[in-house]
């Protein structure tokens, strides 16, 4: 029983560092696109 708790302790804490190696390694900057689109006002006097 002992073994099994380390095991996953141990793939726990691989993943927790998987995580963070890719949060802070990973690219994760959004693509940036200009849209223009007309825009109909309704407007009466």
């Not at 708790?5 to 927790?16: C, E, M, Y």
Request: glycine share 8%; proline share 4%; aromatic share 8%.
């Amino acid at each position: 029983m002992l073994r099994l708790l380390k095991a996953i302790f141990i793939l726990a804490l691989l993943g927790f560092i998987g995580l963070a190696g890719y949060a802070y390694l990973g690219d994760m900057t959004p693509k940036r696109t200009e849209v223009n689109e007309p825009v109909e006002l309704n407007v009466e006097n």
